[in-house]
Structures are given as C-alpha cells and as structure tokens.
C-alpha cells in the first residue's frame, strides 16, 4: 500500500472530517460571535461525498476516522453518513458537545462506534450556560452518564482556558476517581475570532501543580501518536491528561489529517493552507495528488506558524479560519 507520507516521513493513518460548521451551541472560545454565518448548504458534503473521500483516504491507510463539526449531531442526515462510514474497515468515532447523544447511542454502538469525545468545560450550570449560551447543563451530564452505562469509553474535553478552570480542576480529576471517565484538559488554542491571547493559555505544567496540591498522581503510558499526556489518581477508574499544544507540541509524532465541512483538506489544525477536494471530486477528477501535494506541504511543527514560546505569539499574527469552521 502507498503510505500517506510527508516530508518529514510522517506516516498519517488518522483522518479527522468536519461534517458540519453549524451548531447547537455557541462556545465563547470556539464560534466568533452570534453573526457568524454558516456555510450554505451547497457548500456541505453530503453523505455520499463524505464516503468518497473517506474510503479513498482508508484505501490509502488511514485506520481511524474521527466525525466532528461544528456540531456533528446536528446534521439531519448524521446516521446515514455514520451508516455509510461503518462500513470502512476502520474505527469509526466522534466529537460531540453531548447534548444530542441519547437520540443517537443505540445506533451508534450498533454500527460499531467503541468510543466517543464529549466536550465539558465546567461543572457549574451556571459557568456552562456563561460558555455555551446554553441551557443544557444537565443533559449534557445525563448524556455522559448514559454513555458510561453503555460501556462506551468516553472522554471529556476541557477547554483550559486561564482564569475559567483552575478552581474546578480538583473537581473534574475527582469524577476519575469514581466514574471510569478520561478527562482531557485542553491548552486554550488560537483560532479566528476567538479572542485568543496568550495570557489566556493555563498550561499543562499550571494544571499539573494545581492537581498535586490535592492529588497524588501517576504518570500513564502514553500511545504512540497520542496527543494527550496521561496521568492518573492511583486507584481511579477513569484518568486524567493534558493535551499541550501550546507549551509542549506533539507535532513530531503527528499522524492526523482533516478535512473541512466545505471538503478542504488541512494538513494541520494550523496550517493557513486547504487544498479543495470536493470540487474535484464532484468534477471527477483525480484527488490523490492533491491530497499528496497536501501532505507534501505539511510543515515540521503547529503549521509553521508559531511555536511554543506562546508567551510571544501574537494572535493577529495567525492567519486561520475559526475552529468552528476548521473542525475540531
Ligand atoms: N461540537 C463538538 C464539541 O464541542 O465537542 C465538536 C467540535 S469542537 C470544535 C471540537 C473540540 O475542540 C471540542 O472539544 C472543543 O472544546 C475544542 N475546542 C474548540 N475551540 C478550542 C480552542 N480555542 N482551544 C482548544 N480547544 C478548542
Ligand atoms: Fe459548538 Fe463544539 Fe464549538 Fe462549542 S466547541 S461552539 S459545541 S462546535
């Protein structure tokens, strides 16, 4: 098999697809404002194309794939792109903000998916709703609740953002003790229209102190490829990590690729440069050079755009598109 490789002998055998850049919520540090506007839906996928593109990715070695948004729930024809996705021969998994899970689970353990990423950024209802403009707290947390019975591995995505989570650290590692849950706290990343700075970016080594002034903590084992650092409370069911894009990159051992709502390929969360797929291939033309040339272009670390002296990067500096619109 021709391997996905790039310059810097980079296998890639993770595709992460954007479905969608709607959603149901409006994260303060994910969506530029109420204004925003959605891509028309002629611009979108559709289930087909989504096929299409995955299964040519799989025939090129990719070996899991990651469905993501915007809001992936939210599409109205999310189960047929799941159904259709099932059956790659890959491990098929999700992002999600939760709150839509239980109208899907049964089917999406019938089609295979083993584990699922739900994003919680706190614990307070009243902090959730200041951060999602929305009222769902609970059905977030009974959403959560409904995957661990299921016997899905569910992690929870935290978006560490300075000044918003260090009092609730202690609380989320604490859940990792008595549920088997895998929190991730995540470095707050630039994105357009997020209102990024660098003073906002509570760091892994931060985090770590505030949890050893309560916790005793274990270092895990960390995958090869894993972009997150993982630690446990000895004894815990579940267990704690940072991902540590901004003070710590893991980009030497990177082994993901995306693709936009709109079908452009990233060859990296901040990488300035797409490269369109969907026209091509609603034109019937050949993309596997494009996704070479892609690859071929990816450069050594956080898209050559910065690096991890956050301290001194300049948000206005970074040319990117929104996360909502990139796909997390
Ligand atoms: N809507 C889904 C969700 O919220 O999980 C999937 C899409 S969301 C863009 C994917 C992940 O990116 C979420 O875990 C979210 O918390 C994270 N995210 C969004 N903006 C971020 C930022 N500026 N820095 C770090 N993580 C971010
Ligand atoms: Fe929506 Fe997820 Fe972004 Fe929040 S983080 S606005 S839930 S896409």
Partial sequence: MIKLEDSYKRVHDYLRISITDN???????????ESYEFLPPSHLMTPDEIFQLAKTFVELGVKKIRITGGEPLVRKDFLEIMEK????????TLTTNGVLIDKYLDDLIAMGVRSINISLDTLNPIKFHQITKRNQFHKVLQNIQLCLKAGILTKINVVAVKGEVEKEIHSFIHLTEIYPLHVRFIE???FDG?????????SASEMMQIAMEHYEVVKLKDEVHETARKFQVK??????????????????ECNRMRITADGKMKN??????????????????PILSVIRES???????LGGQFTNEFEKTDAHAIVNRSMIKIGG
């Fill in 295 to 301: 690859l071929k272009n990816k450069k050594p670390f």
């Fill in 188 to 190: 707050f990343m630039p």
């Fill in 85 to 92: 996705l099932s059956e790659l021969p890959v491990e098929l």
């Fill in 235 to 252: 004894g815990s069911k579940g267990s704690f990590a940072f991902i540590t894009t901004m003070s710590n990159h893991f980009c030497f």
């Fill in 194 to 202: 997020n209102h990024w700075d660098s003073q906002k970016v509570l």
């Fill in 268 to 285: 990296c969360l901040f990488d300035k440069n797409e490269l369109d797929l969907l026209t091509p291939l609603r034109n019937n033309e």
């Fill in 23 to 33: 959603c149901n919520f409006r994260c303060t540090y994910c969506m530029p404002d």
